[in-house]
C-alpha cells in the first residue's frame, strides 16, 4: 500500500532529524562553533569537492528553498507568510557561508516550534470529533508540488483533509469487508472511534519527536546538509554518532551490549541474549525485562520512555570496552541497574551468506552456487572487523566443495561501501587487468585493477542486479560485464551512483585543536568510471538480460536527484575481454522468449505501469474512496503474486554452514530459515538459475561443468 502510506509518513520522515544525536557536551562543542563550522565548510567545499556550485545569490535561493524543504517537506507547519517573512535572507545565505555571523537559522528555529505547538493543536482539536465520509471532496498524497499554506484557515482545510484522509484509511483497514459491504454509507462508530483513537496516538508520537528535534542545535544540522546536498546528494554534515552509525554500517561490527531487541506496546524489550555478548556473560538480564533507562557510566541515568527502538540503540551502541549501565526492568516490576562493557558485535544481515540450489537435469541432479553480498563491507582497521572480499572467497570455497557448476552472485539493494574491498573480489573472477578508473578534480584518471598469479573460481557466473545497486556494487557488475567474465541479469539500470566520497574532520574556531569533535563533512571528491570508459554515474549499468523492474515505481535512482553529477566518458583503459561473447544473444534469446510465455512476469510489468500511472489523489466520500482504494490494493496485491514462482527452488544451505547453524542461538536458525523461504519463489532468482543452465550448455560452460572437483 505504498501510495496510501506516502502522506502518513510524511510527519514520520520529519522525526527522523528528531533522534537524540549528539550528547550535551557535544551541543556545547558544536553551539560554540557555529559560524566557524558553516564558514570552515564553505572553504572545504570550495577547494575539495569534485565539482562545487559556486556560491553566490543564486546558490543561496537554493539553500533557502532546500532548507523548507527540509524542516516541513509536506508543507504542513508553516505558512506561506512565515516563508515570505524570511525572503529578506534569501539571497543573503552565500555571505553567511562565507563569513558573515549566521542568523537565519536560529531566527527560523523559534517560528519553527511555535508553528509546530500550533499545528499539534489543530491535530488534537480535529481528532476530537467524528468524522462523517461524506463530503466528496479530494485528497492529494503527494504534497511535493503544493505550496504553503496562504492562511490560518487554509492550513485548517489542509489538516481537516489530512485527519480525513487517515482516519478514513485506518477505519478502512479495521473494517472487515463483509461488515463494510453490509453498512454502505454507513459508519459503525466505534471503528470509527477506535481509527480516530490510531491516528491520534501516532499524531502524538510524531509531534512529540518532532518537537525534540526542533532545537536549535537539530536545525543547524538540517542547515548545514541544505548548503551541502545542493553540491551533490551524497555529499554531507555528519555529527559524531552519525559517523559512528555510517562506519558501522559498512563495516557489520559495532559495539553494544549483544541482545536482540523488541519494541512492542511502547517499550523495548529483550528479545533474546546473543550468545557470547555482554548480557548473556552477565548472567543478570532474562528474556522480556524491559530496557527502561540508559546512562554513561557515572553519568546520571536517561529514561527510555516514549523513545522509539532506534533511540534506544543508539544511547546503548558506543566505543569498544567503555561501559554503559542499563536499567532493566524484570517480570515482578522491580528495576535492576547492569553495567555492561561494551563489546564487538557483528550484524548478521551485512554479511556474505552462501546456498546450495538443486538442479534437475536429465543426467541426474546438479548444484548450483548462490552468493548472496548486501554489502562491500569493510574493517576500518578494526581487529574484529571483516573483508567482504575474504568472506566471498570463503563461500567460493565452501561451494567449491559442493561441486556446484556455476554461481549466481547476488548484489540486488547492495547499496556499495568499499573501492578496495570491490577490486578485491572482482581478482577472485580474473587474473589480470584494470578494475575501474577513478578521476579526481582537474587531474587525469587512473586505472585500479588486480594482478593475480591465479583465480579462485573460473567458471560460469551470473550477477544479480536491482534499480537499488549502486556504488561498488556497479563497479563489479560493470567489470564482470566489460571483461565479459559473466552474464549481468535484472533491472533495466541499477541505481547510477558514480562518485566518491571522503571524510574530513571539521575545524572550528581554533583550526589547530585536535581534541573536539565537531562532526564530519563528507564530500565527493571521484568519480567512478567503467574500464570501457563511460560512467556509472546517473545510467548505472544496463544488464545482459534485462527483466521488468519491481522497484520501478520508487524513483528512487540517482537520475531522479536534481543535483546529482552528470553523466560523462573519458577514454577507455587498455584492457582484454576474458571470453567470447557469440553466445550473449543466444542466452538473451532464450530469456526473452521465457518472459514472454511467463504469466508472473508479464502481469508483473502490466501492474507495476499501471501503478505507476495511477493518481495520487483520492475521494474523501468513503463508498468513492474504497472503489478507488480497491483498484490500487488489486494492483499491489496482483504485484505482490506475480514476484513469487509457482515453483520452488530447492535451495539449502552448505555443509559447514549447517554445522555451525546448529550451534548458534535459535534467533539465527530462524532467520536463516526464513531466508532460504524468501529465496525458493524468488522469481528473479528463478530467471537467474535459468540463464546460469542455459550457459553450462555453451562450450565454456559446458567445459567447466565437466570438470572433476
Not at 534437475?360 to 567482504?388: E, M, V
Amino acid at each position: 500500500m505504498t501510495k496510501f502510506k506516502s502522506i502518513q509518513c510524511t510527519l514520520a520522515a520529519v522525526c527522523i532529524s528528531a533522534l537524540p544525536l549528539i550528547t550535551f557536551a557535544q551541543k556545547e562543542k558544536v553551539a560554540e562553533n557555529y559560524d566557524e563550522i558553516v564558514h570552515n565548510i564553505g572553504k572545504m567545499v570550495e577547494y575539495i569537492h569534485y565539482q562545487p556550485k559556486q556560491i553566490d545569490d543564486a546558490f543561496s535561493k537554493q539553500v533557502f528553498t532546500a532548507y523548507f524543504e527540509s524542516l516541513d517537506p509536506g508543507k504542513f507547519i508553516f505558512l506561506k507568510s512565515d516563508i515570505d517573512s524570511f525572503r529578506k535572507w534569501e539571497t543573503r545565505l552565500d555571505d553567511e557561508i562565507r563569513g558573515e555571523k549566521l542568523t537565519f537559522f536560529k531566527t527560523v528555529t523559534g517560528i519553527y516550534r511555535t508553528r509546530i505547538l500550533e499545528t499539534q493543536d489543530l491535530a488534537t482539536r480535529l481528532l476530537k470529533q467524528p468524522f462523517q465520509f461524506n463530503k466528496d471532496e479530494k485528497y492529494r498524497t503527494d504534497r511535493d508540488s503544493a505550496d504553503f499554506p496562504a492562511s490560518l484557515k487554509e492550513k485548517d482545510d489542509v489538516w481537516r483533509k489530512y485527519m480525513t484522509y487517515s482516519v478514513l484509511t485506518t477505519y478502512d483497514d479495521l473494517l472487515e469487508d463483509s461488515i463494510a459491504a453490509k453498512l454502505g454509507t454507513r459508519i459503525d462508530t466505534s471503528v470509527e472511534r477506535r481509527a480516530r483513537d490510531i491516528v491520534s496516538r501516532g499524531q502524538q508520537r510524531n509531534f512529540k519527536r518532532i518537537l525534540e528535534g526542533a532545537t536549535e542545535s537539530e536545525n543547524f544540522g538540517q542547515y548545514v546538509n541544505s548548503i551541502i546536498r545542493l553540491m551533490d546528494p551524497h555529499s554531507g554534515y555528519f555529527l559524531p554518532v552519525d559517523r559512528r552509525e555510517f562506519q558501522e554500517s559498512l563495516s557489520g561490527i559495532y559495539y553494544g551490549i549483544g541482545a536482540l531487541l523488541q519494541e512492542a506496546n511502547g517499550v523495548v524489550k529483550v528479545s533474546e541474549p546473543m550468545i557470547g555478548g555482554p548480557v548473556w556473560r552477565s548472567g543478570q538480564i532474562e528474556k522480556g525485562d524491559i530496557i527502561v533507562s540508559v546512562a554513561e557510566e557515572k553519568q546520571a541515568p536517561q529514561t527510555t520512555e516514549g523513545l522509539s527502538m532506534a533511540e534506544v540503540i543508539k544511547l546503548i551502541r558506543g566505543k569498544k570496552g567503555t561501559v554503559v549501565v542499563v536499567g532493566f526492568k524484570k517480570a515482578d516490576g522491580t528495576v535492576k541497574r547492569v553495567s555492561l562493557a561494551r563489546d564487538a558485535l557483528q550484524l548478521e544481515d551485512t554479511f556474505v551468506k552462501s546456498a546450495v540450489i538443486e538442479d534437475s537435469t536429465k543426467d541426474g541432479t546438479s548444484k548450483l552456487g548462490y552468493i548472496y553480498l548486501p554489502k562491500f563491507y569493510t574493517s576500518f582497521g578494526d581487529d574484529n572487523g571483516r573483508s567482504c572480499a575474504f568472506d566471498v572467497a570463503s563461500e567460493v570455497v565452501k561451494l567449491k566443495l559442493e561441486n556446484v557448476k556455476g554461481i549466481i552472485i547476488d548484489v540486488r539493494d547492495n547499496g556499495g561501501g568499499s573501492l578496495g574491498e570491490v577490486i578485491r573480489m572482482v581478482g577472485l573472477f580474473m587474473k589480470e587487468g584494470p578494475v575501474v578508473q577513478v578521476k579526481s578534480r582537474d587531474k587525469d584518471a587512473e586505472a585500479d585493477g588486480v594482478n593475480n598469479k591465479s583465480i579462485l573460481y573460473d567458471g560460469p557466473l551470473v550477477v544479480l542486479v536491482n534499480e537499488y545497486s549502486a556504488s561498488a556494487s556497479e563497479i563489479f557488475a560493470a567489470a564482470i560485464q566489460d571483461y565479459k567474465r559473466g552474464i549481468i541479469v535484472g533491472s533495466a539500470n541499477t541505481y547510477g551512483k558514480g562518485t566518491v566520497q571522503r571524510g574530513f574532520s571539521v575545524p572550528g574556531k581554533d583550526v589547530r585543536a585536535k581534541d573536539i569533535d565537531l562532526g564530519t563533512l563528507h564530500l565527493t571528491i571521484q568519480k567512478y568510471y567503467r574500464v570501457n570508459g563511460g560512467a556509472t554515474q546517473i545510467k548505472g549499468v544496463s544488464p545482459d538480460i534485462v527483466l521488468p523492474g519491481f522497484n520501478k515505481l520508487s524513483h528512487a535512482q540517482e537520475k531522479y536527484n536534481p543535483s546529482a553529477l552528470p553523466w560523462d566518458t573519458i577514454r577507455q583503459a587498455n584492457f582484454n575481454p576474458t571470453a567470447d561473447t557469440n553466445y550473449f544473444s543466444v542466452l538473451k534469446n532464450r530469456s526473452q522468449a521465457r518472459i514472454k510465455l511467463d504469466q508472473n512476469y508479464n502481469k508483473l510489468d502490466a501492474n507495476i505501469d499501471w501503478l505507476d500511472k495511477s493518481t495520487d489523489t483520492y475521494s474523501l466520500d468513503l463508498l468513492k474512496f474504497r472503489e478507488e482504494r480497491a483498484k490500487v490494493t488489486k494492483a499491489i496485491r496482483e504485484v505482490r503474486s506475480s514476484s513469487a514462482m509457482k515453483f520452488e527452488l530447492k535451495i539449502h544451505n552448505t555443509q559447514e554452514d549447517s554445522l555451525a547453524l546448529a550451534k548458534k542461538e535459535e534467533f539465527r536458525r530462524e532467520n536463516n530459515r526464513f531466508w532460504l523461504n524468501s529465496l525458493k519463489k524468488d522469481l528473479y532468482l528463478g530467471e537467474a538459475v535459468f540463464v546460469l543452465k542455459d550457459l553450462l550448455e555453451t562450450v565454456n560452460g559446458y567445459a567447466y561443468a565437466q570438470k572433476k572437483p
